[in-house]
């Protein structure tokens, strides 16, 4: 049970990458474009150069009107990508092979384990995702034990990330102050809408199920945390909520 005043009251958590292996279907979605047209590329450079149009896209959006992520942005970024690579594909019907492996997106192995222990720390656990709603149920539909105490996507605010508005429209949601929350997320551009919005954040390096290989650029702001496993997060609120556990005895 949370005791008013411990801090933080909760982790808001980006879903894609940073809980969910989202990059796995990625790699299995492009696997399956270079056999079907025969492309004398492998499947990190494919993903590289869709990943690249993608964000392009993405940063677009944020500051306009909702676009749906995957029925849209991903399909439009295969596009470029097939136009960049002079290939003559259909990305409206393959974007379909895209969708139908969200329904197959793995937990990363330390996931539910970290997110129930967090919870049973007294905070409570957030999950929210630029992915539409029926995709991010079916990724949260993969926990077996853990329920978080709220999950929700940017489909439904209405508002990408990392517009500070789509963050602002959870902790409303939540009655939570930026003050009360830690963030986690692996992607940067999450990363910095959340501190932008005044969220002390903490950006997670897992080494595997990364997406880009941009990390973050000069001018970025600088997370507060850095953490190469949500256990590490773990760590960070016991020792803030229960500092007592961690004074040395004499």
């Known amino acids: 049970m949370a005791i008013v005043g411990r801090w933080p009251r ?3 958590y980006d879903s894609k990458t940073t809980l969910f292996d989202w990059a796995w279907s990625w790699r299995e979605a492009a696997r399956q474009y270079i056999e079907k047209y025969g492309l004398p590329l492998n499947v990190d450079d494919f993903v590289e150069q869709w990943v690249r149009a993608f964000e392009g896209l993405q940063r677009t ?15 439009n970024a295969l596009a470029m990508t097939y136009r960049l690579l002079g ?10 092979v895209f969708k139908a492996l969200q329904y197959e997106v793995p937990l990363f192995p330390d996931t539910e384990e970290a997110l129930a222990t967090q919870q049973a720390l007294g905070v409570k656990i957030i999950i929210y995702s630029d992915v539409e709603t029926e995709y991010l149920q079916a990724y949260v539909s993969k926990f077996k034990e853990f329920e978080p105490d709220f999950v929700g996507t940017t489909e439904q ?4 990330k990392p517009n500070p508005r789509t963050y ?11 003050r009360d929350v830690i963030y986690c997320a692996a992607p940067e551009f999450d ?6 919005t005044g969220m002390i954040a903490a ?6 199920g990364r997406l880009s290989k941009v990390t973050h650029a000069a001018s970025d702001l600088l997370p507060d945390y850095e953490i190469e496993s949500l256990h ?3 760590t960070i609120v016991e020792f803030n909520r229960y500092p007592q556990r961690y004074r040395r005895t004499e």
Request: no cysteine; hydrophobic share 45%; aromatic share 8%.
């Open 10 to 12: 909760a982790i808001f």
């Open 61 to 75: 959006a944020a500051f306009g009107t909702y676009t749906p992520i995957t029925h849209v942005s991903i399909k």
């Open 87 to 96: 290939v003559d594909g259909n990305a409206d019907a393959d974007i379909e």
């Open 157 to 160: 605010a209405g508002v990408h």
């Open 168 to 178: 602002r429209w959870v902790l409303h949601r939540m009655t939570l102050e930026p």
């Open 191 to 196: 990363i910095q809408g959340a501190m932008a």
């Open 203 to 208: 950006k997670l390096f897992r080494k595997e």
């Open 232 to 234: 590490d997060l773990t």
